[in-house]
């Protein structure tokens, strides 16, 4: 199940070029794609809520943390792959979970290890070799697509350090709906206002095939899939696990959209992959960052939110080995599809 919702997320990326390359704009692809998602998700939100019953302050942090990671990462993802290969496009996001060391190093003045210090700069340096590669037509990539995929990635792994304390107590299943509902609300706004709403809803024959995909098997399949194999196998098993996506990008960006990806791009993609392991390889992390290697990786528990008056959780083999306040032990397990 992991090694299959690894693969599945990667697809986001191809699908979502496919309906670029159709003529649709990035702002159409993110709406259609929350929008079409929504009534799942809308279901899943009213059986669950009506068990979890949310207080409303948290109901309120669910919906502005949701649009943050859910609506404003994914639209300046989709903004870059506008400009970018899907290819490249799944590399920059498999940088994630250095981010977000980043991000706790930054906010919680956590300083990693020697070797996940090195496996920080073995990403930068994986990331900064296939940006310098050949990008499609282009002799090097587009810098603007570059950086609104990274801006994107650095917006879900804020989302991801914040989120978990929400998690810890409503699970993942509650937040990830209300954040993917409101996605789709925001994605309607703006599409309002722009007078491409009509189009969003009744989309072409021409991009049916590759919205569907994009919904079913890239969004929604993939969050559950990946949520019941983390309750299987354990959060570190999972981590390793979905690795198995991205090795596969250069298989599936060349068969469905003839794109070859240049030498510099393939060892960057080694690079930033085998990097990845450092950072996977925990063992007590938060089950509430979802993050496949198709989607970002989890964070330690402690990194994600805090519980006043509970026992500090450690951390282990991340270079974040001093608790933060407030962590909980026994954190609900789950993940959330990478918006």
Known sequence: MVVLASI???GKGVFGKMILLSGATPADLMGMRA??????????????AWIRRPDARDFLRMSLWGIVGFWLGPRLTFEGLGRTTAGLERILIQTSPAWIVLLVWFLHKRRPTGRVGLSLVLCYGGLLMACLGRDGERAVADMLGVAEILAGCLVWSLFVVRVGALHTRYGVVLPTSVGMVVAAAASAVESGVSGHLGSLLQPGASIRGSLALLVVFSTVAPSFLMQKGLQRLGPVRTGLLSLAGPSLVPLATSTLL???????????????????LPLNLRKEVSASADRPAGSPPRAPRSLAGSAPGTTPAKI????????????????????????
Do not use: K
């Open 8 to 10: 599945l997320f990667c």
């Open 258 to 276: 003839g794109e070859t990806m240049s030498a510099p791009q393939a060892i960057g993609l080694a690079v930033v992959v085998a990097s990845s």
């Open 35 to 48: 929008i079409w998602a929504s009534p799942i998700y809308l279901a899943i939100l009213g059986s669950v």
């Open 316 to 339: 282990r083999r991340t270079g974040l080995d001093r608790p933060l306040p407030g962590a909980r032990r026994g954190a609900r397990g789950g993940v959330s599809p990478r918006g």
